[in-house]
């Protein structure tokens, strides 16, 4: 069984003792890495590209460490295979020049997680080291709860909503800028759904369709969703598929069939020009219009990697601007009339004492605005100083 298989009997993923493949012709270089590193991990050696290359092919590598400059293959020669025979494993590069443009061609293509300068300084290897594993970890995680998830909805008509709340929570733990957000929208949708009217079934669905629409995002790199600038195409081409990946991962349950709808089209915009169908007006899930204005209020009204809030009187300019064209115009009034008296009015109608409609009974994280971020701006910094270097 390989070494990163869980059995359906086990009741919580458990990671592995990491092996790191290092390889580099010098002797000395091998010598020092398995120093540093041999006491955390087990460590692996090669002495160039094609030894390398047979070591990935024998062992369960978790992190590849490769100088860059060797005879016959380069270090992101053999990154960029390896990607065939080890996805997942994290991929650092080792570098005493200062070939930037090449290397960040390398990360950008995500090939690399990062490249450290020569001479490197131990405790700092550690650290990245660490961190690097940590993420190996946290995807590794997400993977398992994503086929428990599955294999529950194969098994069972009824979700267990442990389940639920584990895979919101793992989504979550990506970027702490999104700490609640899909448990704040499944609300916010709910209480729109019931100032117009819909009844307890269509808002079960609807709460659930908001606490599972992003859950396609766990395969997206966390260099994509936590990335300050504007995407590139192929990264926009990555993000544009998660509603179905979303959907994927609900399944065919007939009982799931209308979350799943929600879930899959809450990206369709009123004109016909969204995606993944180009479904317009109400011919889109009347839950997926729901949701579409309660993820992109949400979102205007908290910090992301890419801006800051807009706040509560630009993100409703913004609805009204938008309405008829991406935003149902009905959905964009019911929440224009929710929210007349200010934002603490829908603040006070998702919390937990005061929200009534609570189909699934999960409660909603208190989220202090001043901490979420902090995990994305230490990344900002140490590759700022990386970069620096």
Known sequence: MNENDTSESKSKYVPIRHKILVVDDEDANLRLLRRVLGRDYDVVEAVSGDAGIELLEEHEISLI?????????T???????????????IKMLLTGYTDLEALIGAINDGRVYKYIQKPWDAEELKMTVKRALESYDLKKHNDWLLEELQRA?????????????????????????????????????????????????????????????????????????WKPDKLTDEEKEIMARHPVKSAQIIGELKGLKRAREYVKHHHEYFDGSGYPDGLSGEAIPIGARLI????AYDAMTTDRPYRKSIGHDNAINELKR????????????????????????????????????????????????????????????????????
């Open 292 to 295: 579409m204005v309660s993820d």
């Open 75 to 89: 270090g992101v020669q053999l990154l960029e295979k390896s990607r065939d025979i080890r996805p997942d494993a």
């Open 153 to 225: 909805m194969g098994e069972l008509e009824s979700l267990s909503m442990g389940t639920i709340r584990a895979l919101a929570d793992a989504l979550d733990a990506k970027c702490d800028y999104t700490a609640g957000h899909s448990l704040r929208v499944s609300r916010i949708a709910v209480v729109i759904g019931k100032k117009l009217d819909l009844d307890d079934d269509h808002l079960r669905d609807i709460e659930l369709g908001g606490i599972l629409h992003d859950i396609g995002k766990i395969g997206v790199p966390e260099s994509i969703l």
């Open 65 to 73: 460490i490769s100088d860059q400059r060797m005879p016959g293959m």
């Open 322 to 389: 938008m309405a008829g064209k991406q935003f149902d115009p009905a959905v964009v009034d019911a929440l224009l009339e929710l929210v007349k008296e200010g934002s603490e009015a829908l603040d006070k109608l998702i919390r937990d004492e005061e929200f009534s409609d609570n189909f699934l009974g999960l409660g909603l994280p208190m989220v202090e605005a001043k901490s979420t971020g902090k995990r994305y701006q230490e990344e900002v910094a140490r590759n700022t100083k990386t970069a620096s270097l």
